[in-house]
């Protein structure tokens, strides 16, 4: 096939992505369309201390990212978790993660590009239809995937355009609303009480995991940031706290401006009518149309680095490693990912990807957290950034993903169980090849 290279010893990927290039696409992944939909379900659960669970939110955020900043700065390959897994356990726990991460990235964004969907017939009716809405996912999809074909530089570029176009419509909504709840107070709202009983934290800090989870998918495309061993921790702690600030921001704006806010389908739209009038309508509409094209284009520019590392280890097939002469892209890995991204998204549903995505996280977590100790071990002088107290962040890290996965459902445990399933054949399938490489080394035997 022309153009193709699946030897990767001449061609090296590009390292175009600096540190605030970083922090843009871990902000671009975290913050999608839940944003728009999130506020109602924690205020259905927490009531008038919702926002309280942003910040239990993003301090198990950050705890992880502790951990995660100690093990990112000792690689400068791509692969990410998947990676660190590698190093620290072998490659059986490896290739799981690698499936959970790979399977998860592709839900969530499928999920998010129907919401996509679903807001665009506020302007386009006609995307209800099966033929335009297949129509349109395959035109969003591919845009993406070409300029992603095409180079990691204008990858970058479009995501951050898309980043600072979310947190600009974002502000304009928090500022608006703040500015009525001072201007007018007459808008102001009584959040309803809710009993904050144990099970309600527990369920609305899942959905936190939810809501910040994705600044580890950033870590995939390390072989293509300039500098990762030193950006990673600086670009970590921006995105989470950028993060935190709009989530409280915006959950505050909601709970005080929309009476039953947690009986809300659509919170954001609904608060924004009481402050912006009919236009705020539009305004939101729109804003959740970038917030999801962006985290979109987010995960086309990392998802696809994780086969790349999968198949440049041996862990996948070798053309998933292929590099592009010209573009420098792992184009063959960025085709497939588009191929299935398009697929899920068609004839996808949006709970189950919901619900795959938040167990392969949790477990994805603790490995990370895990691992920390173990490369410690294994490698002792590495260069690296040295968390100080790791054993506290690890034990918290543990912890806190041990308590959250009590909460799955018995779906939850059977989806886990057909991933598992998947990883473990593709660990089979590379234990066979291994050996046969190793039956052609030795030669044929006399009898």
Known sequence: MPGVVVETSSVSLKRAVGRWGLAALMLNTMIGASIFGLPSLIAARLGRLSPWAYVAGAAIAAIVAACLSEVASQFSETGGPYLYARAAFGRFVAIQIGWLTWLTRIASASAVVNLFVAYLTEFLPAARMPLVRAAILTLVIGFLAVVNYRGVSSGSIVNNVFTSAKLLLLLLFIGAGLGALVLHPGIRVSPEAVPANAANWLDAIVLMILAFG?????????????????????????????????????????????????????????????????????????????????????????????????????????????IHPRYRTPHFSIVAFAILFLAFSIGGDFRWNATLAAISRLFLYGTVAAALPRLRRLRPHASRFRLPAAALFVGLTLVSTAILVSRMRWADLIILGITFSLGLGNWLWVRRAIRARESCSEGPRED
């Open 214 to 322: 994705g600044f580890e998918a950033a870590l995939f495309i390390a072989g293509e940031a300039r500098d990762p061993r030193e950006d990673a921790p600086t670009a970590l702690l921006v995105a989470i706290a950028s993060v935190a600030a709009v989530y409280i921001s915006v959950q505050y704006v909601v709970i005080y401006t929309l009476p039953s806010a947690g009986t809300s389908a659509t919170p954001a739209v609904d608060a924004a009518r009481r402050f912006l009038g009919p236009w705020g309508v539009s305004l939101v509409a729109l804003g959740t149309l970038i917030s999801s094209y962006g985290s979109v284009s987010a995960n086309m520019l990392h998802t696809p680095r994780l086969t790349f590392a999968m198949g440049e280890q041996g862990d996948f097939p070798r053309v998933f490693a292929a």
